[in-house]
């Protein structure tokens, strides 16, 4: 793990959770998919974005932490060969590629790459 890539959070309202973290928080956006369900806010100058997910879009979704990898693909087959049971095989998202999992706990946890290949 290299470093946090986002901190995803479930959103009721998509609309009023924007207000509370632009308005309350004073957060800058980053960037606005509403069309697709997600708003992102910076945290002061980390890249690490906060992503609020709509849950009228994502019904299923829980909070959850990424940390980016250098790829996906390694780490999800050496994950794997641990024992760490995934959700999904890593699939194509904008920046790369990425896969979710849970700890014992059952937090919800992925990795991301940057690689578009």
Known sequence: MKNYDN???PSGNLEESCDFYEKILGLNLKFDF??????????GQEE??????DVSRFP?????IWFE????????R??????VVFFSEPFRIKTGWAVEFSD??????GITD????
């Open 48 to 53: 690490p974005a906060i992503i609020l997910k």
């Open 34 to 43: 509403s069309d697709m369900g997600m708003v992102a806010y910076k945290v």
């Open 104 to 109: 014992p706990s059952g937090n919800r946890l």
């Open 69 to 76: 990898v250098d790829n996906v693909s390694d780490t999800y």
């Open 78 to 83: 050496d994950l794997k060969a641990k024992g």
């Open 7 to 9: 901190f995803f959070l």
């Open 114 to 117: 940057y690689n578009k290949e």
């Open 60 to 64: 299923d979704f829980k909070p959850t």
